[in-house]
């Protein structure tokens, strides 16, 4: 199984960007998916999560508000919809899925087996 993250860019500050993750080779809805960051010299952090069952979000306090994650589990990808973007938001983006989280590891990025390559998001002041 593979997870294709896609659509980071460079973006004025207070513009929009919309990533992608598309998992390949595999069919079947029961995963969690969440969206971690790191920037800079930073530790991975957590941005945004969809928890396997029921389909509720999770946001870091960071980004609440501003970015949206969804779900198409006929097309197996999840999407980061990002708005009002901040020189902070700079970083690299993550993709991630798991069958096996539980809802109180969500945030963790120990929790998930499965990661994308990475999409570097620039902002510029």
């Known amino acids: 199984v593979q997870l294709q993250a896609s659509g980071g860019g460079l973006v004025q500050a207070g513009g929009s960007l919309r990533l992608s993750c598309a998992a390949a080779g595999r069919t079947g809805s029961g995963y969690s998916n969440a969206w971690f960051r790191q920037g800079p010299g930073k530790e991975r952090e957590f941005v945004a999560a969809?928890?396997?069952?029921?389909?509720?979000?999770y946001y870091a306090d960071s980004v609440k508000g501003r970015f949206t994650m969804s779900r198409n589990n006929a097309e197996n990808t999840v999407y980061l919809q990002m708005n009002s973007l901040t020189i902070e938001d700079t970083a690299v983006y993550y993709c991630?899925?798991?069958?096996?989280?539980?809802?109180?590891?969500?945030?963790?990025?120990?929790?998930?087996?499965?990661w994308g390559q990475g999409t570097q998001v620039t902002v510029s002041s």
């Open positions: 991630a899925a798991s069958r096996r989280v539980i809802l109180s590891s969500l945030t963790s990025p120990y929790a998930y087996d499965e």
């Open positions: 969809i928890f396997r069952s029921g389909g509720n979000t």
